[in-house]
């Protein structure tokens, strides 16, 4: 029977989101592709020897602090937060969108902070390793660095935001399979970050 996971892949418009979805569910990748109002993709794989379904939502390029991103968020348990290294924008849309996901959902999140577009490094405008410490304010986090276009590092990618699902089941004595998505959120998980941290990780 298939671990069962629904994550989300949020960021700004244009960063490359449905590119890293399609590259991974179908390997596939469209050069001109139409802006994504919001797209729900199923995929299964084995890793580590395990069967695992994850149902991804391809979410549409607009959601910082908007009623989508709160609906994105309290109807998945793991995240993607893409930006583009070639706009420095982007990069700002990903950290309020991870201050918002900490805030609500707490520090025991699983979050990859996924650096799209890494085939056009000659015109990055994003630094390697800006995520680094803001990363640190999540117990379950990862930085890579992908190019759904050149096909680099992006089932790295979910593979790691599923092993990140398993750590955080097994670090809280739950079966591996266990999804938080129909369990309601309690007073611990909307409390002030806990754990490692950083002085990055202030909420206004």
Known sequence: MSQFYKVAVLGAGGVGKSDLVLRFTQNRFEEFYDPTIEDQYTHNFELDGKAVKLEILDTAGQEDFSNLLEN????????????????FSSMEVAREIAMYILKVRGNATPVGFVGNKSDLCSDRQVEQGIFDELSKCFTYSFCIETSAKESLNVKEAFFELTRLVWKRNLDKNLAI????VEVK???????????KCCKQCVIY
């Open 185 to 195: 959120l309690d007073s611990s998980e909307t409390s002030e970050p806990r754990g």
């Open 177 to 180: 399979g266990y999804s938080e």
């Open 72 to 87: 994105y968020v309290s109807t998945r348990e793991a995240y993607i937060i893409s930006y583009s290294i070639i706009d």
